[in-house]
């Protein structure tokens, strides 16, 4: 594995060597879950040796299946169908078909609660957000949004719904006023709880170790902010172009740069001393969606667009090496969402 070193230096006292050819790589373990939106299918790639090893076909309905974004919760994989207003849902051994169910129009981002049975998906058509049972796979509730947003032509774009499955992050999209919103919603009372204005085209993440500080990159204005779960207030503000894609893995935040064709295309920040550290370019351009495997030393990026076919793998060690990309998978149309799936 070729890792760039993180400042890591090693003194040598009489009686302490290092082993020649030591190598911190560990064996990964499972799987990660690409959606090829325009081919309805989902890439399965085995994390050890980066090749694929199922292509899943979403089951046949009225129209051509558009997968857009997969969730891996407790031994299931969700898939997010577009084209035909469902959730299909597969058991993530033998990816044997589960079930399938009916959501609003629009399926877009989606997002699983940690400790709750719950999963949220955006509807970009009928501005609304329905929530899942991911125990009895059935809908529990439809959210509706802020009604003045609605009216100014705001939709929903990205979710992230909090750990314990009380609070739901939603950020929307597509006023015209160059500037888009986060809103938090009570997912139990269906109320609004704050808002937020920020840059065009935000997405969102909350660090594993970072429970109380929601990721906001923006494309458009080409920041991530830190915003306080509580109360959507800004902690800090990062400058990264084109921030798209985010995922957050111990204290490290991977961000896509988008629209550079690739150049600089992964960005690495260190979340507890709030800077950028790295970035990488990428072997193509459109560098979109982030997953990162259990052990943190694999990152996954799909190239999403027509004709784009390709995942990018990048290798690390967190607190000992930063990225360098090590090699690319061929999947099929337009991969878009990914999973990491750990068996």
């Not at 899943?56 to 207003?85: C, F, H, I, W």
């Not at 329905?130 to 774009?157: C, M, R, Y």
């Not at 001393?273 to 979109?288: E, K, M, Q, S």
């Not at 149309?333 to 799936?341: E, H, K, R, S």
């Amino acid at each position: 594995m070729k890792v760039k070193s993180l400042l890591l230096s090693v003194v040598l006292f009489s009686g302490v060597g290092v082993v020649a050819g030591a190598s911190y790589t560990e064996i990964e373990q499972g799987k990660v879950a690409v959606a090829n939106r325009a081919s309805g299918t989902v890439s399965i790639i085995n994390a050890q040796t980066d090749t694929v090893v199922s292509t899943l076909q979403l089951p046949a309905s009225s129209a051509t299946p558009e997968p857009m974004y997969v969730v891996y919760k407790e031994n299931r994989l969700y898939v997010g169908d577009r084209a035909n207003n469902r959730i299909v849902v597969y058991d993530s051994f033998g990816f044997n078909l589960l079930s399938t169910i009916s959501t609003g129009q629009g399926v877009f981002h989606m997002w699983a609660a940690k400790n709750a049975q719950m999963l949220l998906v955006n509807n970009d058509i009928d501005k609304t957000v329905t929530v899942i049972d991911t125990n009895s796979l059935s809908v529990l509730n439809t959210l509706s949004l802020p009604a003045d947003l609605i009216e100014q032509g705001f939709k929903p774009h990205d979710v992230f719904v909090s750990d314990n499955g009380r609070s739901a992050f939603v950020s929307l999209v597509g006023g015209g006023s160059g500037d888009d919103y986060v809103i938090k919603l009570s997912i139990k009372h269906n109320r609004e709880l704050a808002r937020k204005k920020v840059g065009g085209d935000p997405h969102l993440f909350i660090s594993p170790l970072k429970r109380k500080t929601l990721y906001v990159p923006s494309q458009e204005s080409g920041t991530v902010l830190a915003l306080n779960t509580k109360n959507l207030a800004t902690r800090y503000q990062l400058d990264v172009p084109n921030a798209h894609g985010i995922f957050a893995q111990e204290r490290r935040l991977y961000v896509t740069n988008i629209a550079d064709g690739g150049s600089q295309g992964l960005y690495t920040i260190d979340a507890k001393r709030r800077h950028i550290i790295d970035t990488d370019n990428a072997p193509y351009g459109a560098p979109h969606n982030i997953t990162v495997t259990a052990n943190g030393k694999k990152i996954y990026v799909t190239h999403s667009g027509a004709t784009q076919n390709k995942v990018s793998v990048f290798e690390t060690v967190p607190g000992v090496a930063l990225p360098s990309f090590s090699t690319e998978v061929t999947v099929e149309g337009n991969p878009f969402g990914l999973a990491y799936i750990p068996h």
